[in-house]
């Protein structure tokens, strides 16, 4: 009798662990490496839109650059520099409606600066980028009346 509780129970106890798979909608992963020479602004806006993604985002990056182009925050214009630089990190939203990317990189002695990635970052030795995208949302940039910029609209397909 005792056995037939234990595996009674047993099986109550595995029954009520399983879990059911999410209907989740699929991620899409995108992974490319740039040479020495490229600009990693335009080799990504470049995926986004030969892939036709609409809602994605930097998964990772890791590489380094020999010339930045970066727009400090709440400046105009872009600032730029030429040197050794590793890229520390690059995040954001992509889309083939707008992106918004910001990079920090980090000198030889370790100064790190970031802020938003323009045009003109060139690539030293290489650029590993994984993107990841979803056609769960579609992303969009438009004036809501909460800033003066173009802000990023998040619609439901």
């Known amino acids: 009798m005792n056995k037939i509780l234990i595996a009674c129970l047993t099986l109550f106890i595995l029954s009520a662990c399983k879990t059911k798979p999410m209907n989740q909608p699929a991620t899409n992963i995108y992974a490319f490496r740039l040479k020495p020479g490229e600009d990693l602004k335009l080799a990504i806006e470049q995926v986004v839109k030969e892939k036709y993604i609409n809602a994605g985002w930097v998964a990772t990056c890791a590489g380094s650059l020999t010339t930045y182009t970066i727009r400090f925050a709440n400046q105009p214009g872009g600032s730029t520099g030429e040197g050794y630089f590793e890229i520390v990190s690059l ?17 030889s002695t370790g ?14 030795t290489t650029a590993e980028i994984v993107l990841q995208a979803t056609g769960k949302y579609q992303f969009t940039r438009e004036k809501d009346g909460t800033t003066p910029w173009e802000e990023l609209q998040i619609r439901e397909n």
């Open 111 to 124: 100064k790190t600066i970031g802020g938003h990635l323009m045009e003109g970052c060139k690539v030293y």
């Open 91 to 107: 995040v954001g939203t992509i889309s083939t409606n707008g992106s918004h990317l910001h990079i920090s990189i980090s000198d």
